[in-house]
Nanobody, 123 residues
Framework: QVHLAESGGGVVQAGGSLRLSCAAS????????MGWFRQAPGKERDFVAH???????RYADSVNGRFTISRDNAKNTVYLQMNSLNTDDTAVYYC?????????????????WGQGTQVTVSS
């Protein structure tokens, strides 16, 4: 079992930045591919970014060039640096993990989820 805990959400003005963190429990972090998803009110859970165990990354088109996913295996933590935020980025952001060398853009592919952290971008 893997427990995930997100932090770093909050309220930011459009054009600003936030960094989300997701800490994973246990000693298996190096075997986990990690993903970030987000869900706005009344909408489906959407893929944001993922990172494989080797560090390969992929981004949704809507965030490519603005967001950066990274991982620190020594700290069992994955990060999502979010720059140039706009109101469309307002959502609950979820961290996800799966025991697979590669990440996935499909949320059903992930076995473990955090509780989510709210990001609100004001205009």
């Amino acid at each position: 079992q893997v427990h995930l805990a997100e932090s770093g959400g909050g309220v930011v003005q459009a054009g600003g930045s936030l960094r989300l963190s997701c800490a994973a429990s246990g000693r298996t972090f190096r075997s986990l591919s990690m993903g970030w998803f987000r869900q706005a009110p009344g909408k489906e859970r959407d893929f944001v970014a993922h990172i494989s165990i080797s560090g390969r990354t992929r981004y949704a088109d809507s965030v490519n060039g603005r967001f950066t996913i990274s991982r620190d295996n020594a700290k069992n933590t994955v990060y999502l640096q979010m720059n140039s935020l706009n109101t469309d980025d307002t959502a609950v952001y979820y961290c996800a993990a799966r025991f697979d060398p590669l990440g996935s853009i499909d949320y059903v592919a992930y076995e473990f989820w955090g509780q989510g952290t709210q990001v609100t971008v004001s205009s």
